[in-house]
């Protein structure tokens, strides 16, 4: 499986190493994660599992493993409790994208999202943040209620 990045100086025939599509469907299917990072490997050409969090760890732990200065795509696996009091699990994609990262970096991965996103069958919501508030606890719930 591969797609082409284009622009200037972008790099093409980005691949998708398979272990990626194997940690998402852990997450969705087992719950063997609370959340996956991954990032675009410019060496490989390809996007790869950076940081997967056991079921346990909080979004605090998830937003505090996303670097401060270069983009990644995640998916959260967001579980809470509905008015009606029943208990539901709702998937993130979130497309993080710091204002002081590379300017090729940025390019790199907002052309490569769609692609990306489109292999995660099963997202719910999608957040595209450039800064840490675009990406607060408090926006996730309200989008997810």
């Not at 670097?67 to 998916?75: F, L, S, T």
Request: glycine residues 4%; proline residues 3%; contains cysteine.
């Amino acid at each position: 499986m591969s797609f082409r990045i284009r622009g200037q100086n972008a790099t093409s025939g980005m691949g998708v190493a398979d272990h990626r599509k194997d940690a998402f469907l852990e997450l969705k299917r087992k719950k063997a994660y609370r959340y996956v990072i991954f990032k675009i490997d410019e060496k490989k050409k390809e996007v790869v599992v950076e940081k997967t969090g056991n079921p346990a760890e909080s979004y605090e732990d998830f937003t505090a493993s996303m670097p401060e200065n270069d983009c990644r795509y995640a998916v959260y696996d967001f579980d809470f409790v509905t008015s009606e009091n029943c208990q539901k699990s709702k998937i993130f994609f979130i497309a993080w994208s710091p204002a002081i990262s590379r300017i090729r970096a940025k390019m790199l991965y907002a052309t490569s999202k769609e692609r990306f996103k489109r292999e995660l069958d099963g997202i719910h919501y999608e957040i595209q943040a450039t800064d840490p508030t675009e990406m607060d606890l408090e926006v996730i719930r309200d989008r997810a209620n």
